[in-house]
């Protein structure tokens, strides 16, 4: 069984549909996989800052047992535990938003052992198991390096976008119960990232190509498609993902994700159309 964690509001549904899409489309499917869901409600922080719908879920759930049964979708909502730790925290105004703070909950509620965090703004070019099947050994994390953050903090920086997690090490070293105190305790640059690696025991730094934040090479596992700086016309920073289509088309001039993202388009179209006959 592969274990995929995300997490976010009722906005990550397109990321979670594309990156899921690029799973299952660039791996074999004889292993099942669950992928679990952190969500919570906090709109009185601001009014779209709402769990995923259940609609959602469902609807999800029904696009990824096409390609295997066996597969699942667990969500879990965390708003209780986010209120009891981290309301009015100095955090809470984070770079993303609040919800880059839920993975720190990952060993407060029902997980495996052995799960792969995931931001949503993602696509697999390669086979999950390439890092799936890695032996996480007695390391709490492995991560690839933050593609800006080697160059302007230290040589191995992380990137808190892929995260394979070994919760039973983890919990031993109890890793992610300092990084709650340090987040409603201190303001951190990057939130839940800086905590991550401020409370790391031992961790293993993996080849860039499990989290490319800037290119795409043929042995290129994950493209993560964070802000990142362009030089031309002028110096400037932007935002593309790989659901804005059009502007990935125009600017990366990528095509490789086409059988990805077309799929996708027919899925949202057939998930909208479903919602208003409703």
């Keep these: 069984m592969i274990n995929i964690l995300y997490s976010?509001?009722?906005?990550?549904?397109?990321?979670?549909?594309?990156?899921?899409?690029s799973i299952l489309k660039r791996s074999r499917n004889d292993e099942p996989i669950t992928f679990y869901v952190l969500t919570m409600n906090v709109s009185h922080l601001r009014e779209d800052y709402v769990p995923i719908s259940d609609e959602k879920i469902k609807f999800f759930e029904d696009v990824i047992k096409e390609y295997n049964s066996e597969n699942r979708v667990v969500k879990i909502d965390v708003t209780e535990l986010y209120m009891k730790e981290f309301d009015k925290c100095p955090n809470e105004g984070a770079y993303c938003s609040p919800y880059t703070l839920l993975r720190l909950f990952a060993d407060m509620v029902d997980l495996p052992d052995k799960i792969l965090y995931l931001d949503v703004d993602l696509l697999f070019n390669k086979d999950i198991h390439l890092i799936w099947d890695l032996d996480l050994g007695d390391y709490e994390y492995f991560a690839s390096r933050d593609h800006y953050g080697k160059l302007l903090i230290k040589p191995n920086y992380i990137n808190a976008g892929v995260l394979l997690f070994n919760l039973k090490k983890m919990k031993e070293t109890n890793l992610l119960g300092k990084a709650r105190e340090l987040i409603k305790t201190k303001k951190l640059t990057f939130a839940d990232q800086s905590a991550i690696i401020r409370s790391t025991t031992k961790r293993k730094v993996l080849s860039q190509r499990f989290n490319d934040q800037?290119?795409?090479?043929?042995?290129?596992?994950?493209?993560?498609?964070?802000?990142?700086?362009?030089?031309?016309?002028?110096?400037?920073?932007?935002?593309i993902k790989q659901w804005q289509i059009d502007r990935m088309h125009k600017v990366f001039k990528y095509h490789c994700f086409d059988d990805i993202l077309f799929e996708y388009q027919q899925l949202k179209t057939r998930f909208e159309r479903e919602q208003n006959n409703e």
């Design 214 to 239: 800037k290119f795409l090479y043929k042995n290129t596992v994950i493209r993560h498609f964070s802000k990142r700086l362009f030089w031309l016309p002028y110096p400037h920073t932007d935002n």
């Design 8 to 21: 976010g509001n009722d906005k990550v549904f397109d990321g979670m549909l594309t990156c899921s899409l």
